[in-house]
């Protein structure tokens, strides 16, 4: 119940329902269910961006997780820790964490989280300007997608990799990654990511001095 009222952003009826289950899940001294609405809590408090708060939650389930031996909580887990230092600009700390999770992904060979490792770690890099390393990271997590067929992740990095390029002036190749992400989107009906990436196109665009396609 307290994650159907985070998806639709009733955050502090959320936050009660984590809470009750916590206590129940505590008196049944169930590990694994603790873990779960401490990761709740967490993710509750993310969406608030206190994000201290958040972090006090993830680490308490990191906690419980080793003692559990339960790698793909502990992964998800150094995710979430590496995206609060990434949003606080503690890029060192971030990389460490991401790549953390990485080893662990890459160890049970969940392609998914191998995926999203990368593209975090890429978008780190791309926030302190290190394009080519970003490049790097997120093609890499691109040829897995093609391998394992996750296509909206695909669009997802094919928007990044545009971006980069774009971020180094390189309009020809941004377009064509942007366009790229764009058909995926529309394929899904992604209605907000059609409208993202035929707004990433317009700018490119411009910026190429196409200032009638860029208006339609």
């Given at each position: 119940i307290g994650n159907s009222y985070m998806t639709l952003n009733e955050l502090d009826k959320a936050l009660d329902y984590h809470k009750r289950s916590l206590k129940i899940f505590k008196e049944?001294?169930?590990?694994?269910?603790?873990?779960?609405?401490?990761?709740?809590?967490?993710?509750?408090?993310?969406?608030?961006?206190?994000?201290?708060?958040?972090?006090?939650?993830?680490?308490?389930?990191?906690?419980?997780?080793?003692?559990?031996?339960?790698?793909?909580?502990?992964?998800?887990?150094f995710n979430n820790i590496g995206n609060i230092y990434n949003?606080?600009?503690?890029?060192?700390?971030?990389?460490?964490?991401?790549?953390?999770s990485l080893e662990i992904a890459e160890e049970v060979n969940d392609h998914l989280s191998v995926i999203e490792s990368l593209n975090n770690i890429g978008i780190n890099y791309r926030s302190q300007h290190s394009f080519?390393?970003?490049?790097?990271?997120?093609?890499?997590?691109?040829?897995?997608?093609?391998?394992?067929?996750?296509?909206?992740?695909k669009s997802i990095l094919l928007s990044n990799i545009g971006s980069t390029y774009f971020s180094i002036g390189n309009y020809l190749t941004a377009l064509d990654y942007h366009k790229q992400a764009l058909k995926i989107k529309e394929d899904f009906n992604d209605n907000y990511g059609i409208v993202n990436e035929e707004f990433n196109i317009g700018v490119i665009n411009y910026y190429m001095n196409n200032s009638s396609e860029a208006l339609g």
């Amino acid at each position: 119940i307290g994650n159907s009222y985070m998806t639709l952003n009733e955050l502090d009826k959320a936050l009660d329902y984590h809470k009750r289950s916590l206590k129940i899940f505590k008196e049944l001294e169930d590990s694994y269910l603790i873990g779960y609405s401490l990761t709740s809590l967490g993710v509750n408090h993310y969406y608030r961006e206190d994000y201290d708060t958040a972090l006090d939650y993830y680490f308490q389930v990191m906690e419980i997780s080793k003692k559990l031996n339960n790698n793909d909580r502990i992964g998800q887990m150094f995710n979430n820790i590496g995206n609060i230092y990434n949003i606080k600009n503690d890029y060192p700390l971030a990389i460490e964490y991401f790549k953390k999770s990485l080893e662990i992904a890459e160890e049970v060979n969940d392609h998914l989280s191998v995926i999203e490792s990368l593209n975090n770690i890429g978008i780190n890099y791309r926030s302190q300007h290190s394009f080519e390393t970003s490049l790097d990271y997120f093609k890499r997590a691109l040829i897995i997608c093609n391998e394992s067929e996750h296509l909206q992740h695909k669009s997802i990095l094919l928007s990044n990799i545009g971006s980069t390029y774009f971020s180094i002036g390189n309009y020809l190749t941004a377009l064509d990654y942007h366009k790229q992400a764009l058909k995926i989107k529309e394929d899904f009906n992604d209605n907000y990511g059609i409208v993202n990436e035929e707004f990433n196109i317009g700018v490119i665009n411009y910026y190429m001095n196409n200032s009638s396609e860029a208006l339609g």
